[in-house]
């Protein structure tokens, strides 16, 4: 529909902004205070948010309407990187701690590994050919892709200046 969410942590009150086709922003009041971190939004509107560490860590479905949020699922103790839509339709985002990684496919309510990473991935992003890019935080950041016929995640450009998101194709 031409609208993007904005997961505005970090900030006092934390809470998932709307941004309008005219670039206005709209505090989805229900969102108020929780720690989101990443958004995402599937084809058919249905808008999902984490949090990342911490109390209430998990995948939540949010009303985008109203910032009203049901908690889809959890693993605990673990940290999450950014949320992506899949040309498949399916939700992904990385799970992991400092010394390893996965990206993970939600079914359901379960989130499945997908493929591992050998260090903490944050930013993720699918191409629409379904190649996976994921940007890693260690001492220097690399930028791994995952290759479909060995089912590994190759580390094709270590020491890279990224930031930990990748802008979604």
Partial sequence: NGVAYLAQRGLSPTKIQRIELDGTFRSLE?????????TAVSSDNELFANIWAGTGSGIYSVDATNGASTLVTTIPDAYYGSLTFGPDGQLYTVVGQA???SVMRLSGDILVPYADLPTFGFGLTIAPDGDFFVSSLGTT???????????LMIRRAPGLNLRPALAHF
């Fill in 99 to 101: 010394s390893g990684a």
């Fill in 141 to 151: 950041w690399s930028l791994y892709t995952y290759d479909r016929l060995s089912k």
């Fill in 30 to 38: 229900n969102s108020v205070g929780k720690q989101f971190t990443w």
